[in-house]
């Protein structure tokens, strides 16, 4: 039987938003590091006030996880302002997958979680139909709101037209998880209720690590799920300003 991860081709990009978003898919990135070595990572925004400090809890995070330091790329946008930002994550993102050969990115599901990984996913899915084709579009799952009064974390928006798969964790995977999540102290204030909500990153997916192909075509002028999104509660943005910016 194969393995989720086998159906992955090399070389892979991880799209972050982030400065710790890497840790809701760190087995995967460790397992294809393992197996191909050709795995490269970016993220859109510096973070808050602690920019620099973030790029290097980030540096720390994925060289652990074997991603080697030149495969690095930040684009140093402001936190939390993707969005304005569009066209140039849009132009910078076609140049590095071509520069880079990339046939398989990894980006944070569209779930209305952060209104910059929906911006992480549509950025990318723009920079894909810009080129030629063959490369492979998969999302990974943070938190929403879907059909909670909380947040869910971790767990992906049910769609019909995609199967989840799910790379196995062992002990040691689970310890990785949280050793990372202790590496973005800056995010702490962030990250540990948030991950607290499964009981800790030791317990965070328990089942294995969700990962799922895109759908070809997907609709981003439509809400990823009814009713309010996460964002709508936490930020100004209004899933209307982005299907606005989708529709142009
Ligand atoms: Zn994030």
Same mark, same amino acid.
């Given at each position: 039987?194969? =393995? ?7 070389p892979v990009l991880f799209l972050f938003a982030h400065h710790d978003d890497e840790i809701f898919i760190a087995t995967l ?55 304005? &930002? ?15 050969? *990339? ?24 920079? *894909? ?5 063959? *490369?492979?579009? &998969?999302?990974?799952?943070l938190y929403n709101r879907y059909h909670t009064r909380l947040f869910r974390v971790g767990e992906f928006i049910p769609d ?17 998880k949280r050793k990372l999540s202790h590496f973005f102290a800056s995010q702490r204030l962030i990250l540990v209720p948030l =991950? ?9 997916? =328990? ?23 996460? &964002? ?17």
């Amino acid at each position: 039987m194969s =393995l989720p991860e086998d159906e992955v081709k090399a070389p892979v990009l991880f799209l972050f938003a982030h400065h710790d978003d890497e840790i809701f898919i760190a087995t995967l990135i460790r397992r294809l590091t393992d197996e191909h070595g050709q795995v490269a990572c970016a993220w859109l925004t510096r973070g808050g006030l602690g920019g620099r400090e973030r790029e290097a809890e980030s540096h720390r995070a994925v060289e652990t996880l074997g991603v080697g330091r030149n495969s690095l790329f930040f684009f140093r946008l402001p936190d939390g302002k993707a969005l304005d &930002y569009l066209d140039e994550i849009v132009n910078r993102l076609t140049r590095l997958l071509v520069k880079l050969r *990339i046939v398989s990115v990894f980006v944070p599901a569209f779930e209305g979680g952060h209104p910059d990984h929906d911006t992480a996913q549509l950025a990318v899915a723009l920079s *894909i139909r810009l080129l030629p084709g063959g *490369i492979s579009l &998969y999302e990974f799952p943070l938190y929403n709101r879907y059909h909670t009064r909380l947040f869910r974390v971790g767990e992906f928006i049910p769609d019909a037209a995609s199967t989840t798969r799910w790379t196995s964790m062992k002990l040691r995977d689970r310890l990785l998880k949280r050793k990372l999540s202790h590496f973005f102290a800056s995010q702490r204030l962030i990250l540990v209720p948030l =991950l607290g909500l499964k009981g800790g990153p030791m317990m965070l997916h =328990l089942k294995g690590e969700p990962f799922r192909r895109v759908p070809v075509g997907r609709d981003y002028r439509r809400r990823p799920h009814a009713g309010r999104l996460a &964002y709508e509660y936490f930020t100004r943005y209004r899933f209307g300003q982005f299907a606005e910016k989708v529709r142009r």
